[in-house]
Nanobody, 124 residues
Framework: QVQLVESGGGLVQAGGSLRLSCAVS????????MGWFRQAPGKERDIVAA????????YYADSVKGRFTFSRDNAKNTVYLQMNNLKPEDTAVYYC?????????????????WGQGIQVTVSS
C-alpha cells in the first residue's frame, strides 16, 4: 500500500523559509507524478506545484512562482518543496499527492494518493 508522509512544516515569520518533504513508500517511486496542494480554512484545496515523473517539467501556481521550488529525488523516493520569502497568505495545510503517469496534472481530482497534510503558518 502506497503511503505519503509529509514533514517540515511549522511556524515561520514572513520572509522566512521552510522546506517540506514528502516520502513515498509502497511502490516504485518513479512511476508517479507528484503535486503539492494547500488548503486554507474555508477554502478549496488548490494546486501549489507539480512535477513530472522525470523532473523534466514543473508547474507553479502564479502565487508562488519565483518563491517556491519543487524537486524530487527518485533515489530517495522523496519530493521537496522549498518555500522562500513566505507570506502570511501562504498559511495553509499543505498536502503531498501522487498519481501514476508521466506528465503532471494540476487538478486535485487527478490525484488518487494523498498524504495526511502538514500545517504551515506564516506570521506577519
Amino acid at each position: 500500500q502506497v503511503q505519503l508522509v509529509e514533514s517540515g512544516g511549522g511556524l515561520v515569520q514572513a520572509g522566512g523559509s521552510l522546506r517540506l518533504s514528502c516520502a513515498v513508500s509502497g511502490r516504485t517511486f518513479n512511476v508517479y507524478t507528484m503535486g503539492w496542494f494547500r488548503q486554507a480554512p474555508g477554502k478549496e484545496r488548490d494546486i501549489v506545484a507539480a512535477i513530472s515523473r522525470s523532473s523534466g517539467s514543473t508547474y507553479y501556481a502564479d502565487s508562488v512562482k519565483g518563491r517556491f521550488t519543487f524537486s524530487r529525488d527518485n533515489a530517495k523516493n522523496t519530493v521537496y518543496l522549498q518555500m522562500n520569502n513566505l507570506k502570511p497568505e501562504d498559511t495553509a495545510v499543505y498536502y503531498c499527492a501522487a498519481r501514476v503517469g508521466s506528465f503532471y496534472r494540476t487538478a486535485a481530482d487527478d490525484y488518487d494518493k494523498w498524504g495526511q497534510g502538514i500545517q504551515v503558518t506564516v506570521s506577519s
